[in-house]
């Protein structure tokens, strides 16, 4: 073929596939399910390969968490020499509490709160950009697993499932930009919603510039949630900005879950 | 055999996404911004030609985008482009050599970072600019360290065809 002919080609070529990204980039941004089947069917086929492969470099990703770690390990030792002491110092008074809360529940007619059927999971993959963060897991439609569902770990709160393929599922994180949960402030028992960034933080809004926030407070899920259950650890607040003018706090919320060391986690089925 | 050798290339990108997403991903969190998809790509428009660059980097960028992309086309869309383009700058002359990987490499990421920002602000998601400037002078550091494993492998399967003849077979 000519070079002339052949760079024509390619040209043409170039075109073309510009020409089907744009219409697919716009598709899919004015409808966000329109690929949901070709979705879940890249997830389910990549999925065998890919939970060995997350398990093949976990040990090597977990080298790298440690050695970041081993440099806050004195702070992080005596903080939680601390929380220790308080939890102890908190821990026959709730037991009391429970016990009292149950027997009044049972004499108003109230139900006692039952457990939540959970659906364990592994984690197979992980995508963080400033745009989004989520995880794979290898669990699906086929266990139970649908869209909305949160995810926990013994920690709390990791996120919620966007995406269900029939053999494995898309977590969106706490910290992505997209995410959006009902909260409440343990201690005053206001709600806000605990929402990710683009910077990666996470931040706890419209909590009103006049209501009384201490950092240090504890974040849990609201009960308004569609599937996600009330009274999930969320996380800590970690600072408070100065709200001049401003109706609502900026609040930045440090969450218990440490998302690099997602390992196990839990999906609530509600 | 020429085939089978682009085919080898393109299960090594196939690899590359899931390695990616196993372990790569990972390390953003500790601001260690690797993108070995682009690596791979720019690696097989430069051993294959700029239209293998341009339909791997469309493959690529789209399973990428279907398996966990927020805006599917957007990966598909960078990735063929700088495939394509990279297969045009070696064709107009430039040798095989470290110094125009690293400055391709490093122009490429550059581009694909202000592109890829470009498009989703177009779309109304905005980003961190002060992160854009960090991981302006991060993200091409570490593509330009795995490029050196990367180009390696994908260089040894051209090198060993044109060792036993399969290129000026072609040139027959």
């Given amino acids: 073929m000519a070079p002339e002919r052949k760079s024509l080609k390619n040209i043409i070529i170039l075109v073309l596939i510009i020409i089907i990204c744009i219409t697919v980039i716009t598709v899919s941004f004015r409808q966000s399910d329109a690929f949901t089947r070709f979705k879940s069917a890249a997830l389910d086929y990549f999925r065998p390969v890919q939970e060995k492969t997350y398990q093949l470099f976990r040990p090597v990703s977990s080298f790298f968490a440690g050695i970041k770690d081993y440099f806050g390990l004195r702070d992080k030792l005596e903080k939680l020499r601390q929380e220790n002491a308080l939890i102890t110092k908190d821990y026959s008074e709730n037991i009391n509490l429970k016990i009292e809360n149950d027997a009044l529940r049972k004499l108003i007619g109230i139900d006692i709160r039952s457990d939540y059927g959970t659906v364990p999971a592994k984690v197979i993959g992980y995508y963080n950009t400033k745009w989004q963060s989520e995880v794979l897991i290898n669990k699906g439609k086929s266990d139970g697993v649908v869209e909305g569902m949160a995810v926990v770990n013994e920690d709390g709160l990791v996120g919620v499932i966007v995406l269900a393929s029939s053999e494995s599922s898309s977590v969106r994180l706490l910290s992505d930009p997209q995410s959006s949960i009902g909260a409440r402030i343990l201690s005053s028992r206001k709600l806000g919603l605990v929402e990710g960034s683009t910077d990666r933080k996470i931040y706890l809004n419209y909590i009103a510039s006049d209501d009384l926030v201490f950092k240090g407070d504890i974040l849990i899920t609201s009960e308004y949630g569609q599937y996600i259950p009330p009274e999930i650890l969320i996380g800590r607040i970690k600072r408070i900005g100065i709200a001049e003018q401003n109706l609502y706090r900026q609040i930045e919320v440090e969450p218990f879950v440490d998302f690099k060391k997602l390992e196990h986690v839990l999906v609530i089925k509600g | ?172």
Avoid at chain 2, 70 to 95: C, E, H, N, P, W
Avoid at chain 2, 116 to 140: H, K, Q, R, V, W
Wanted: aromatic share 14%; hydrophobic share 55%.
């Fill in chain 2, 1 to 172: 055999m020429k085939i089978l050798l682009r085919f080898a290339h393109f299960i090594f990108l196939i690899a590359c996404i899931v390695i990616q997403l196993s372990f790569f991903e990972q390390l953003k969190i500790f601001n260690i911004n690797v993108d070995i998809i682009l690596v791979a790509v720019i690696g097989i428009a430069v051993f294959d030609g700029g239209i293998y660059g341009l339909v791997s980097g469309f493959v690529a960028g789209m399973l990428l985008d279907l398996m966990v992309g927020r805006v599917v086309g957007v990966s598909a869309l960078l990735y063929s482009m700088s495939g394509y383009f990279t297969g045009r700058i070696m064709s107009i002359g430039f040798k095989k050599k470290i110094y125009i990987f690293i400055l391709l490499i490093f122009f490429f990421t550059e581009a694909n970072l202000l592109l890829s920002t470009g498009i989703y602000y177009l779309f109304s998601i905005s980003s961190d600019t002060a992160a854009l400037g960090l991981e302006m002078i991060i993200n091409p550091i570490c593509n330009i360290v795995i490029m050196f494993l990367v180009f390696p492998l994908l260089k040894a399967g051209s090198e060993r065809s044109e060792e036993i003849g399969f290129t000026y077979k072609d040139q027959i």
